[in-house]
């Protein structure tokens, strides 16, 4: 018989818990968090159920063989990169993403490259068997060792992964799970943790890896606790826009290998192909002996990347000057226009001013913000920039440019696409102990020296 019901307030970002609704959270100090939750004596005593006593144990670390750690290579490159070199058996990745992104694409590629060495279960709580199967026979995954289940019972789930024991498990998505000792709807915050718990409990136990489909909010953030990021071992994200081709899948946490790493997809009729060379991709179609383009070096996880910038300056049509951002942070362009003003004397008050990253990349390095400058001071003077050369480095309030990490690769990587001229800050020639002879680096300390080079 179920328990009265009784209504508390739990806070997305930490898991907090309240009698009663607050406006702060008292655990976290997060403003308008705490989000309505409905449960019975039941479920009340589900969560708060001690684990039974069991004999503590504990190794020393020469007891310990690194060498036990085993990976499935699944054979797609750009994957295997941001997950640090394959799927770690009884690791719980978390792949989350924008609608339509690409999810559930990526994960049926992983079953083709693996379904004649593991056997795989695909578990969907919102799509029927028959459309997992269309999507499937498009990709190409015809295999035996597939097996499909629409299932939202976690429990039951978890029950199927202990009696089949399979090599790799999917579940598409965490927010349709419910576990049923639990009153409350699908999704809400109790239900996505505890959902979560016990796939993370039967896949450590068992050494079976687990991926996980998160959606995302209205904010892009992950939906639900945010103590559901971190019990989970790698958290996989999406990025790119739905009317563009091209996806990256970047690494915001991984136990297992490199954070902050990316891999990049081309979204095709057959599904995601991967993409060998991202500087090539982010720039073909550029038109040469045009203003307010500069081409910069950005370092993504290990991997240097060109990415064009574009600027456009033209007169307003309204009282006051417009600023638009795409793909570089609003803020950060404010910064770099007050300091052209201040320190070059160049004037954009009353001027509307437009910065595009070309394919849909988001640069937050500071890095690109001598590029940055250089395509807004091009497209002010309209006057081309060098179709061959290439400026990275991070401009100071003071108009110095400083030194940047990594030069040597960001070097090697525009004189494999064929640049002749780089501009860089002097600070970063030192960390540059072998060139390429086909390129020439021009090393300054002032945004005026590099700017002086357009043309």
């Given at each position: 018989?179920?328990?009265?019901?009784?209504?508390?307030?739990?806070?997305?970002?930490?898991?907090?818990?309240?009698?009663?609704?607050?406006?702060?959270?008292?655990?976290?100090?997060?403003?308008?968090?705490?989000?309505?939750?409905?449960?019975?004596?039941?479920?009340?005593?589900?969560?708060?159920?001690?684990?039974?006593?069991?004999?503590?144990?504990?190794?020393?670390?020469?007891?310990?063989?690194?060498?036990?750690?085993?990976?499935?290579?699944?054979?797609?490159?750009?994957?295997?990169?941001?997950?640090?070199?394959?799927?770690?058996?009884?690791?719980?990745?978390?792949?989350?993403?924008?609608?339509?992104?690409?999810?559930?694409?990526?994960?049926?590629?992983?079953?083709?490259?693996?379904?004649?060495?593991?056997?795989?279960?695909?578990?969907?709580?919102?799509?029927?068997?028959?459309?997992?199967?269309?999507?499937?026979?498009?990709?190409?995954?015809?295999?035996?060792?597939?097996?499909?289940?629409?299932?939202?019972?976690?429990?039951?789930?978890?029950?199927?992964?202990?009696?089949?024991?399979?090599?790799?498990?999917?579940?598409?998505?965490?927010?349709?799970?419910?576990?049923?000792?639990?009153?409350?709807?699908?999704?809400?915050?109790?239900?996505?943790?505890?959902?979560?718990?016990?796939?993370?409990?039967?896949?450590?136990?068992?050494?079976?890896?687990?991926?996980?489909?998160?959606?995302?909010?209205?904010?892009?953030?992950?939906?639900?606790?945010?103590?559901?990021?971190?019990?989970?071992?790698?958290?996989?994200?999406?990025?790119?826009?739905?009317?563009?081709?091209?996806?990256?899948?970047?690494?915001?946490?991984?136990?297992?290998g490199s954070t902050n790493e990316i891999g990049v997809f081309e979204m095709t009729e057959t599904g995601l192909t991967e993409v060998?060379?991202?500087?090539?991709?982010?720039?073909?179609?550029?038109?040469?002996?045009?203003?307010?383009?500069?081409?910069?070096?950005?370092?993504?996880?290990?991997?240097?990347?060109?990415a064009e910038v574009q600027g456009l300056v033209t007169t307003t049509g309204f009282g006051n000057a417009r600023r638009t951002a795409?793909?570089?942070?609003?803020?950060?362009?404010?910064?770099?226009?007050?300091?052209?003003?201040?320190?070059?004397?160049?004037?954009?008050?009353?001027?509307?001013?437009?910065?595009?990253?070309?394919?849909?990349?988001?640069?937050?390095?500071?890095?690109?913000?001598?590029?940055?400058?250089?395509?807004?001071?091009?497209?002010?003077?309209?006057?081309?920039?060098?179709?061959?050369?290439?400026?990275?480095?991070?401009?100071?309030?003071?108009?110095?440019?400083?030194?940047?990490?990594?030069?040597?690769?960001?070097?090697?990587?525009?004189?494999?696409?064929?640049?002749?001229?780089?501009?860089?800050?002097?600070?970063?020639?030192?960390?540059?102990?072998?060139?390429?002879?086909?390129?020439?680096?021009?090393?300054?300390?002032?945004?005026?020296?590099?700017?002086?080079?357009?043309?």
């Amino acid at each position: 018989m179920a328990g009265k019901a009784k209504t508390i307030f739990v806070c997305s970002e930490c898991g907090f818990e309240s009698p009663k609704w607050m406006g702060k959270c008292a655990g976290c100090g997060e403003w308008n968090t705490m989000v309505e939750d409905v449960r019975t004596a039941a479920s009340a005593s589900f969560t708060a159920a001690p684990s039974p006593a069991r004999a503590a144990k504990a190794l020393t670390l020469s007891m310990i063989d690194a060498a036990d750690e085993q990976r499935y290579v699944t054979g797609i490159a750009e994957l295997d990169r941001v997950l640090g070199g394959g799927i770690v058996k009884g690791s719980v990745v978390l792949l989350s993403g924008d609608p339509g992104i690409g999810k559930s694409t990526i994960l049926l590629q992983v079953c083709n490259a693996l379904q004649d060495r593991l056997h795989i279960l695909y578990v969907s709580g919102e799509e029927s068997a028959m459309q997992i199967k269309m999507r499937a026979t498009r990709i190409g995954v015809q295999s035996e060792s597939l097996s499909l289940m629409t299932e939202t019972d976690v429990q039951a789930v978890c029950e199927y992964i202990q009696s089949a024991k399979p090599d790799l498990v999917m579940i598409d998505s965490i927010q349709t799970m419910q576990h049923h000792e639990l009153s409350s709807s699908p999704g809400s915050i109790v239900q996505v943790r505890e959902c979560t718990n016990l796939l993370l409990r039967t896949g450590k136990t068992l050494e079976i890896p687990v991926f996980i489909v998160g959606h995302v909010n209205k904010g892009g953030d992950i939906a639900g606790p945010k103590v559901m990021e971190h019990i989970v071992d790698t958290v996989l994200y999406f990025e790119g826009e739905r009317n563009q081709s091209y996806r990256i899948l970047r690494a915001m946490k991984n136990r297992f290998g490199s954070t902050n790493e990316i891999g990049v997809f081309e979204m095709t009729e057959t599904g995601l192909t991967e993409v060998e060379n991202p500087s090539a991709m982010m720039l073909s179609g550029r038109l040469s002996n045009v203003s307010g383009d500069c081409i910069t070096c950005v370092i993504e996880g290990t991997r240097p990347i060109l990415a064009e910038v574009q600027g456009l300056v033209t007169t307003t049509g309204f009282g006051n000057a417009r600023r638009t951002a795409a793909g570089f942070d609003y803020n950060r362009l404010n910064l770099l226009l007050a300091v052209l003003e201040k320190r070059l004397g160049l004037y954009f008050s009353n001027l509307d001013t437009y910065l595009n990253i070309i394919g849909g990349i988001r640069l937050d390095e500071p890095a690109a913000d001598l590029a940055v400058a250089m395509a807004l001071v091009s497209g002010l003077k309209d006057i081309p920039i060098n179709e061959k050369l290439v400026a990275f480095g991070e401009v100071g309030l003071s108009g110095e440019l400083r030194s940047v990490p990594r030069a040597q690769a960001r070097v090697y990587e525009a004189a494999k696409m064929g640049f002749t001229d780089c501009i860089l800050p002097a600070a970063c020639l030192k960390q540059i102990t072998a060139c390429p002879d086909s390129i020439r680096l021009i090393g300054v300390k002032r945004l005026s020296d590099a700017i002086g080079h357009i043309g």
